[in-house]
């Protein structure tokens, strides 16, 4: 049941990640095209080096899975801080450091 919890959580704030960035990208954009343009694409980029890096099944090593995942929660954060949010920021960080840092020493993740 840990296992499952703590993948679970993982799971939600890796989602949570793409919401928060297709928000800050339709709150900076000036024009509507704009805003459509950053709320559709930062969360597809943050999900295409995610799969491609950061995934699970992802072939690559473990320094760009590390680096993935630190740019793309950080910078979540830091778009929550940058909304006017700065405590729901570091929250969601210290929570995503928590759960990596439980998935890590557990050895939950293949």
Same mark, same amino acid.
């Given at each position: /049941?840990?296992? #499952? ?7 939600? =704030?890796? !989602? ?7 928000? @800050?990208? @339709?709150?900076? $954009? $000036?024009?509507?095209?704009?805003? +459509?343009?950053? #709320? ?5 980029? &943050? ?11 992802? &072939?690559?090593? *473990?320094?760009?899975? @590390? ?13 929550? @801080?940058? /909304? ?5 920021? !570091?929250?969601?960080? =210290?929570? +995503?450091? #928590?759960?990596? &840092?439980?998935?890590?020493? *557990?050895?939950?993740?293949?």
């Amino acid at each position: /049941m840990w296992k #499952a919890a703590n993948l679970l959580l993982a799971f939600l =704030v890796e !989602i949570l990640a793409l919401g928060v960035f297709a928000r @800050w990208g @339709w709150d900076t $954009g $000036g024009t509507t095209v704009t805003r +459509v343009l950053l #709320a559709v694409g930062l969360p597809l980029v &943050a999900a295409v080096l995610w799969g491609l890096f950061a995934a699970p099944t992802a &072939a690559r090593g *473990q320094v760009p899975r @590390w680096i993935v995942k630190v740019l793309v929660f950080g910078l979540a954060g830091a778009a929550l @801080w940058s /909304m006017g949010h700065p405590l729901l920021g !570091i929250v969601f960080v =210290v929570v +995503v450091a #928590a759960n990596l &840092a439980i998935i890590h020493t *557990q050895k939950l993740q293949p």
